[in-house]
C-alpha cells in the first residue's frame, strides 16, 4: 500500500484498484502515511501557509430542488432572503479590513438576483477592491452569462460536479437537471478563463466507492484549479433526512489522494468537514488542504443558509474569528496568508 503512495506522489496517477484499495483500507498506518506523503507535498509547493476566502452568502433562495440541499425550492421551512448590492459591499468592506483577499459570492440559483445584477455587483467590488481575487459559486448558467461575469471582472467559480456518475447524479437531483450540462458548464467555465473549482459531497446518498472512482478520472481528466470535497450532512428537512453523513476520514483520504495527484491545486478544508468535528478544519490541513473560507455573510442570514444540519458558521467558522482561526493554526504549525493565492500551475 505504501508503495502506492510513494507511486502516487511521484507519478501523480494509479490504477482504479489501487484508489479503491486505498479509500477502503482501514490500516491507520496506511492512512497516516498518505496524509503525511499529501502534507509534505503541500509544505514544499506553498508553505506553512493557509490561504483565506471571505464567503458571501448572497441568497438562500433557489429554483433548483436538489435532494440534499437545506435551501431546495420545495422546503417551505426555510426563511428566505437576498442580500442586496449594498450589503455584500458592507461584508467586501469588512471583509477586506480583516485581511481577506479574495470574496466568494455563493447562493441558490436565484431569479431575483439575474445575471445583470450580479455582474452589476461584480464590476463594483472590482472597482473598489482592484487587489482582490472575486469567486462566484452560483449554479449554473449560459455560456453567454459566464462570459458576461468574466467581464464584469470575476476571476474564478466553483461548480461542484456532486457525483460523475449518471445514475447517481439523478438520485441526488431532480429531473430537470443532468449531469451532462453540469459538465458543460464546467467546460465552458474553463474555456472562458475562469479559475475553475469542482468537487464532490462524501458519502452521499446511494453512493458507491465505484462513483468515487469515476470522480477521480473525471477530475484527472478536466485538471480543475480548485477541488472541493466535503463530507454529505443530512438536513432535516430534505427527503435525505434520515440518511447518514458521509464519512470523515473517507473525505480526509480524498484530500491526500487529491493533493499528490495535483500537487498546485488549492483544496479548501471544508465547513462540511469543520462541522462533523471542531478539529474537522484542522485535520483537513493535516491531510494535505491550503485554504479555509470563513464566514463573512451578514450575522443575521448566516443561521438561513443552512444546507445541512448544525452548518458550522460562528467562531474559526467566522471571518470575525480570525484570530482564533490563526490560534488554532498555530498549534499545527501553519499559519495564516492574507495574499490572493491564485492558482499557479507551477510554484
Ligand atoms: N447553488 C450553487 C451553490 C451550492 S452550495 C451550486 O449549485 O453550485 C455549495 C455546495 O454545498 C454544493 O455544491 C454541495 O456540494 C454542498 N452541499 C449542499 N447540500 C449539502 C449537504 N446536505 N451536505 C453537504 N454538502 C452539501
Redesign the pocket.
Known sequence: MKQWIDSLRKEHQLPDEAYKQLLTCLDADVTSYLHQQAREVTLSCFGNKIYIRGLIEISNC?R?D?L???IRKSNTQVERYRLTKEQILECCKEGYALGFRTFVL????DRAQPVDWVAEVVQAIRLQYPDCAITL????MTRNDYERLYKAGANRY???H?TYNSTHYTTLHPKQMNIAHRLQCLRWLKEIGFQTGT???VG?PHQHISHIIEDIRFIEKLQPQMI?I??????QD?P?AQQPA?SVDMTLKLISIFRLMFPTVLIPSTT?LASLGSDGRLRGILAGANVVMPNLSPATTRKKYA??NNKASLGAEAAEGLDLLGKQLATIGYEISTERGDYKKQL
Open positions: 433557489c433548483n436538489c440534499y440541499c437545506g455563493q447562493g441558490g440559483e459559486s452560483l449554479g449554473e466553483l461548480l461542484r456532486e468537487g464532490i459531497m452521499s472541493g466535503g463530507p454529505f450532512i443530512p438536513h430534505t435525505f458521509g462540511a444546507l445541512y
